[in-house]
């Protein structure tokens, strides 16, 4: 089974630093991209980046490039997303998804998501 | 930079049929892509490619793709469809970038 699985929820004040992780199994991990998507409370989906863990080739969306980097360990088949400096607006759920980037840019299977709470 | 439109909320009795719409500058040229999202979960892909269903996905969900509006159909609506919809299209031009519509609450009468 295909499988995407987030690190656990984090509560952090602004100004602190912070990585999240997503890990997948059941496929080939380097053979396919990983997007991360934002998800403000009570908003719809944000799409931030896109990393290809082969080669760790990364885009960005241009609404997130300079806030966040989004990074990639393929030995241990895992993407991250981190903030150098938190603020409040950074509070939201975020999750990573298998992205089919070579055929039509679907997003399948996503992961359970990452609350980040960001407050003083 | 490309925006897809979708209506705020769409209300259907159960039994009927609900039609959520995206619409796109061109975007039967497009490859669409539907999410369900309920409540506290994850997103789950329940339309790609326009009109195919990953595996698992009820036949009662089904889509369609022409000129300036694509189109989710759920027929036979159930309670368990009430949901937040999504739309998403990929650009993978020289400044690849992936959009995602406002989103579609569904509520079952």
């Known amino acids: 089974e295909v499988q995407l699985v987030q690190s656990g929820a984090e509560v952090k004040k602004p100004g602190e630093s912070l990585k999240i992780s997503c890990k997948g199994s059941?496929?080939?991990?380097?053979?396919?991209?990983i997007g991360w998507v934002r998800q403000m409370p009570g908003k719809g989906l944000e799409w931030m980046g896109i990393?290809?863990?082969?080669?760790?080739?990364?885009r960005y969306s241009p609404s997130f490039q300079g806030q966040v980097t989004i990074s990639a360990d393929k030995s241990i088949s895992t993407a991250y997303l981190q903030w150098s400096s938190l603020k409040a607006s950074d509070t939201a759920m975020y999750y990573c998804?298998?992205?089919?980037?070579?055929?039509?840019?679907?997003?399948?299977?996503w992961g359970q998501g990452t609350l980040v709470t960001v407050s003083s | 930079s490309y925006v897809l439109t979708q209506p705020p909320s769409v209300s259907v009795a159960p039994g009927q049929t609900a039609r959520i719409t995206c619409g796109g500058n061109?975007?039967?040229?497009?490859?669409v892509h539907w999410y369900q999202q309920k409540p506290g979960q994850a997103p789950v892909l329940v339309v790609y490619?326009?009109?195919d269903r990953p595996s698992g996905i009820p036949e009662r969900f089904s889509g369609s793709n022409s000129g300036n509006t694509a189109t989710l159909t759920i027929s036979r609506v159930e309670a368990g469809d009430e949901a937040d919809y999504y739309c998403?299209?990929?650009?993978?031009?020289?400044?690849?970038?992936?959009?995602f519509g406002g989103g579609t609450k569904l509520t079952v009468l």
């Open positions: 998403q299209v990929w650009d993978s031009s020289s400044d690849p970038h992936v959009v």
């Open positions: 490619d326009d009109s």
């Open positions: 059941g496929y080939s991990f380097t053979s396919y991209w």
């Open positions: 990393i290809y863990p082969g080669d760790s080739d990364t």
């Open positions: 998804a298998r992205h089919h980037t070579v055929t039509t840019g679907r997003f399948d299977p």
């Open positions: 061109n975007i039967g040229s497009k490859s």
